[in-house]
């Protein structure tokens, strides 16, 4: 058997994803992959892996897992510690958005986060698990690939990822002068450079705003309604999972809007169910829906949606087209920013 990572504890919810399985809409099923993609790919780019490689997801409070080989690794997202046990019991405390190479038998211990929820955690080589449908992923709603860890797996890494690692390990240790090499009694070496990215939080402090536009059905609710969903400012319920986020906050049902025929969805989509609580539409949403469709949160809100665990407090803003297409060509200009200098940093 090559390099693998064995899961110790699973942590709140970790599982297998990548960039998930579009174009099967038609057949009731929705993307689902990573819930924030650019972060997903990100994770991937700071080991030298294609964007599309397999990662772990992790919600919540994080896994601890333990690597057979020496192994290049990193991660994006929610602001994760990281406590890296070595084989001669020395730890060491590494900090997210930046890669790190860490020595065979080093036993990895994921804090909860100090901000945000979800993190994408990738492994240098990616990791080797049968695709289905052209993808790796845990489409947990649909019980379709792995399903959510549980602990006691070993996940086989892909087949050159000891080749990954050697050349990530390369890249890094060449220009000492900007890494720290934390090594312990034995010569095991944990590389950690000094250097990080942006990390990729929405922003807001304790509210989170979110842009969007009136969907399809927002004209069926009365005028009332229709204020109160824009200057409400709602709770993110536990019963929250990748599917939606469930709202608690002043119901809008008086009356209720009318029933409609079933009709596609999107994720992003802000569903109004018959108890008046606004229900928003994630990766693994159900590919139609027959309630109505008052709001579509913007594409460049996914960051912010993935980040929204329970006990966030969410509000919708308007927004218009013009100002969506700016984000978007901003958040692309700040992507190839990043992932140029990546490059420039791991020499790739």
């Not at 990193?74 to 405390?93: I, K, M, N, Y």
């Not at 807001?204 to 005028?223: C, D, M, P, W, Y």
Request: charged content about 15%.
């Amino acid at each position: 058997m090559g390099p693998a990572i064995q899961i110790v504890r699973p942590g709140l919810l970790t599982s297998v994803q990548d960039l998930g399985r579009p174009g099967y809409l038609g057949m009731a099923l929705s993307r689902g992959g990573a819930m924030d993609i650019t972060a997903a790919r990100l994770a991937n780019r700071l080991v030298g892996n294609p964007d599309g490689a397999a990662l772990l997801e992790i919600t919540g409070m994080g896994p601890a897992i333990t690597v057979t080989a020496r192994t290049g690794l990193a991660w994006t997202g929610a602001d994760f510690g990281l406590e890296v046990r070595t084989p001669q019991a020395t730890s060491h405390w590494a900090a997210s958005h930046r890669p790190l190479v860490v020595p065979a038998g080093a036993q990895l211990r994921w804090t909860t986060p100090r901000r945000g929820f979800r993190a994408w955690l990738a492994f240098a080589g990616g990791l080797d698990l049968p695709e289905l449908l052209g993808s790796r992923s845990g489409h947990l709603a649909a019980a379709l690939g792995p399903g959510r860890l549980t602990g006691g797996e070993t996940l086989i890494l892909g087949a050159f990822a000891g080749q990954h690692t050697s050349r990530l390990d390369a890249a890094l240790q060449t220009s000492s002068a900007q890494y720290d090499l934390a090594e312990d009694e034995a010569g095991d070496v944990v590389v950690v450079p000094r250097w990080y990215i942006p990390m990729q939080l929405p922003e807001g402090g304790k509210v989170i705003s979110l842009q969007a536009f009136e969907g399809r059905h927002f004209q069926s609710l009365t005028q009332a309604q229709q204020t109160r969903l824009w200057q409400t400012e709602y709770g993110v319920s536990p019963q929250s999972s990748r599917q939606g986020l469930r709202l608690e906050g002043p119901p809008i049902n008086d009356p209720a809007p009318p029933g409609i025929t079933s009709e596609p969805v999107r994720f992003g989509t802000v569903q109004l169910p018959p108890e008046g609580m606004p229900y928003v539409l994630l990766a693994e949403h159900q590919t139609t829906g027959g309630y109505p469709r008052v709001l579509e949160v913007c594409s460049t809100m996914a960051q912010a949606l993935a980040q929204a665990g329970p006990g966030t407090r969410l509000r919708f803003v308007p927004t218009d087209l013009a100002s969506s297409q700016q984000r978007l060509r901003d958040q692309s200009l700040q992507w190839d920013a990043i992932a140029a200098g990546i490059a420039a940093k791991l020499r790739l």
